[in-house]
């Protein structure tokens, strides 16, 4: 043996193999905790708000945020509910 070191390293060359692998694997998960923590879509726990997107849907919202009247919401739900039911009456 040569100055009493047994092997590469001595008795701790495991370890000093094993510590950049740790750094870099400490630094990623780092990296991926911050970018989750970041992201906006799952901010305080909320769920990513799921749109309706049938035709009812779309004009619900329209609604409610005030670009067509009640009168024209009415008519175009009546206009839409009558196209579904003729259209189901076909089938």
């Not at 901010?43 to 990513?48: I, K, N, T, V, Y």
Request: net charge positive; proline share 3%; no cysteine.
């Amino acid at each position: 043996m040569m100055g009493g070191f047994d092997g590469f390293m001595g008795s701790f060359g495991w370890l000093w193999m094993l510590l950049p692998l740790l750094f870099w694997g400490s630094l990623l998960v780092l990296i991926a905790w911050a970018v989750v923590r970041i992201s906006p879509e799952r901010r305080s726990g909320e769920r990513p708000e799921v749109r309706d997107q049938s035709a009812e849907g779309v004009l619900r919202d329209r609604f409610a945020r005030g670009e067509i009247n009640a009168k024209e919401y009415e008519r175009s739900i009546n206009v839409l509910r009558n196209e579904r039911s003729s259209v189901k009456g076909s089938i």
